[in-house]
C-alpha cells in the first residue's frame, strides 16, 4: 500500500521538524513494506506575503487527493496575526470538515510537570475537541464601529448533529481505552449552569447517545471552570474528555502545559469518516518559533509524535492496519527515549533537531 500525504513545513522551525518526522515515517515504513509519497505546499507566512493568498478553494481541492496532511507552523512576525490562523488552520478544518481535534494529554518517562507530587500514572488523558462550530464559527458582528454606541456580537453556536458526532467519537475512544485497561471514563466538559442553550444541546447528545450505545462506559460532567482546577490538581479523575470548541482550546494548552508544555504535545484535526476521502491534518501545537528557525535547535517530538498519531488515525479511516501498527511504533519510540530528557528544558535541552529525531530513530 502507498501512503500519500500532503506536506506543509510552514514558517519558523515547522519544516525543520517535519524534516525529522518524515526520516522516522520513512524508516518505519520501509521496515514495514509500505510506500510512502510525499507532496510538498508552500503554504504559510512567505508564500502569502509573496502571493496575497493563504490557501485557496482550490488548494483546498488538491489536498483533497492525499491521505492526510502533515504540518510543521505557520506564523511569522511579518504577518498579522489572525490573518494564518484564519486562513490556513481554521479554513482547513472547517472545508475538510475536520471535525475532531485530538488532543493526548500524557506525561511520559522523564519528562517535568509543573504538577507536584504527580506522576506519568496520574496525567494520562486525551481530549477530544470540537473542532467546527462555537465560537469559532465567527457569526455575529460590529456595527456604530469606533462610537459611543459601537455594539459587537460573536455567537456560540451548537448543533445536535455537531454535538452528537463528537461526543460519538469520544465514546467510541473511551470504549477502545477501555478495552486497553483504561477506566472507560468519559467526562464532558461545558458550562452547562451559565450557557442553558447551548449546554442543553451538548448535555442531552451526551447523555442520550451514552444511555442508548455506551451504557458500559462511566458518564461524568464537569464544568469547565472546575475542569482547570481539576486538571491541575486531580488530573488522574480524566480518562477522556469531550468539549466544545473554545473551552476545549483553553483547556488543551492547560493540558499540554502539566504534560510538560509544547514541546511534546501533538495534535490531529480529524475528519474520522470513512464515507468520505477528506483528509485529516495532523500537528504539533507549539507555533514557528522564528526565532530559533535554522538553527537546528528545535524540539521535533512533538511533530514526530503527531506523525504516530497521523499513522494511527489515517490506518483507522483507511482500513489499513499496516499503518495503526507502524503509529504504534513510532509511538513507543518517543515514549522509549524520553528518559534522556529527565533534568532538562524540552526547549533547551542542549540537544540539536537532528540529533532528537536520531534518537527515536534508533529506537526505532
Ligand atoms: C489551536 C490554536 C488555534 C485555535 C489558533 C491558532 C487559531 O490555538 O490550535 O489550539 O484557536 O484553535
Ligand atoms: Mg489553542
Request: proline share 4%; charged share 25%; glycine share 10%.
Amino acid at each position: 500500500m502507498t501512503l500519500n500525504l500532503a506536506i506543509v513545513g510552514g514558517d519558523g522551525t515547522g519544516p525543520e521538524v517535519v524534516a525529522e518526522g518524515l526520516k522516522v515515517l520513512e524508516a518505519v515504513a520501509k521496515d514495514m513494506n509500505f510506500t510512502v509519497g510525499t507532496k510538498e505546499f508552500p503554504f504559510g507566512a512567505k508564500h502569502f506575503l509573496s502571493t496575497g493568498n493563504v490557501l485557496t478553494d482550490d488548494d483546498i481541492e488538491q489536498l483533497k487527493s492525499y491521505d492526510a496532511i502533515y504540518l510543521g507552523a505557520v506564523g511569522h512576525p511579518d504577518v498579522k496575526p489572525g490573518i494564518l490562523e484564519k486562513g490556513l488552520l481554521l479554513k482547513m478544518r472547517f472545508d475538510l470538515d475536520q471535525y475532531i481535534n485530538l488532543r493526548p494529554v500524557k506525561l511520559y518517562e522523564g519528562i517535568e510537570t509543573p504538577l507536584a507530587g504527580k506522576t506519568t500514572k496520574d496525567i494520562d488523558f486525551v481530549c477530544v475537541r470540537e473542532n467546527t462550530e462555537d465560537l469559532y464559527c465567527g457569526n455575529g458582528g460590529l456595527t456604530r464601529k469606533g462610537t459611543p454606541n459601537e455594539i459587537s456580537t460573536q455567537e456560540m453556536i451548537a448543533t445536535r448533529f455537531g454535538a452528537e458526532r463528537c461526543v460519538r467519537y469520544a465514546f467510541d475512544l473511551a470504549r477502545a481505552r477501555k478495552a486497553a485497561g483504561y477506566p472507560g471514563r468519559l467526562t464532558l466538559v461545558h458550562k452547562t449552569n451559565v450557557l442553558t442553550y447551548c449546554g442543553d444541546t451538548w448535555h442531552r447528545a451526551f447523555t442520550e447517545v451514552g444511555e442508548a450505545d455506551y451504557p458500559e462506559i462511566e458518564r461524568d460532567y464537569h464544568h469547565v471552570d472546575a475542569c482547570c482546577m481539576y486538571m491541575v490538581t486531580r488530573p488522574e479523575l480524566y480518562d477522556v474528555i469531550v468539549v466544545p470548541n473554545m473551552f476545549g482550546d483553553i483547556i488543551t494548552d492547560l493540558g499540554a502545559a502539566i504534560a510538560g508544555g509544547m514541546g511534546i504535545a501533538s495534535s490531529g484535526n480529524l475528519n474520522p469518516d470513512k464515507s468520505n476521502n477528506n483528509p485529516s491534518m495532523f500537528e504539533p501545537i507549539h507555533g514557528s518559533s522564528p526565532d530559533i528557525a535554522g538553527q537546528n535547535k528545535a524540539n521535533p517530538l512533538a511533530a514526530i509524535d503527531s506523525l504516530a498519531v497521523l499513522l494511527q488515525e489515517t490506518g483507522r479511516k483507511k482500513d489499513e492496519d499496516v499503518l495503526i501498527k507502524a503509529g504504534d511504533r513510532v509511538a513507543k519510540a518517543v515514549q522509549s527515549i524520553t528518559h534522556k530528557f529527565t533534568g532538562k528544558r524540552l526547549d533547551r535541552s542542549g540537544f540539536s533537531t537532528t540529533e532528537i529525531g536520531q534518537m527515536v530513530l534508533d529506537a526505532l
